[in-house]
């Protein structure tokens, strides 16, 4: 079955820190880009970080930059997201994507595959 499957979600203080993961299964992996998006009530889904297909090479978010790291393990179909210093602002559904074209930037309709996302909550 061809799926993309997020995990590590909580609810972390302002501050603190989380590792997001996201198993894929069903694919060739190593040759997907994957990105990460996150969708907070009531706004967009928003790009935030991306990985290329050997993870060689990242894109993120101005917002994001020196707080979230992106990286992968292609033997074991993952890509991990680590996020420091979370903000209240930060609260939001954190999706995966992957695109099969190797796109890993901010274009929603690069990536043909979606994972159901993972909820991270930032209280203040």
């Known amino acids: 079955q061809v799926q993309l499957v997020e995990s590590g979600g909580g609810l972390v203080q302002a501050g603190g820190f989380l590792r997001l993961s996201c198993a894929a299964s069903?694919?060739?992996?190593?040759?997907?880009?994957v990105g990460w998006f996150r969708q907070a009530p009531g706004k967009e889904r928003d790009f935030v970080v991306g990985?290329?297909?050997?993870?060689?090479?990242?894109l993120s978010a101005d917002s994001v930059k020196g707080r979230f790291t992106i990286s992968r393990d292609n033997t074991k179909n993952t890509v991990y997201l680590q996020i420091n210093s979370l903000k209240p602002e930060g609260t939001a559904l954190y999706y995966c994507?992957?695109?099969?074209?190797?796109?890993?930037?901010?274009?929603?309709?690069?990536?043909?595959?979606w994972g159901q996302g993972t909820q991270v909550t930032v209280s203040s």
């Open positions: 994507a992957a695109a099969r074209n190797g796109a890993y930037g901010y274009r929603a309709y690069d990536y043909g595959l």
């Open positions: 069903g694919i060739t992996f190593s040759s997907y880009g």
């Open positions: 990985i290329s297909r050997s993870g060689g090479s990242t």
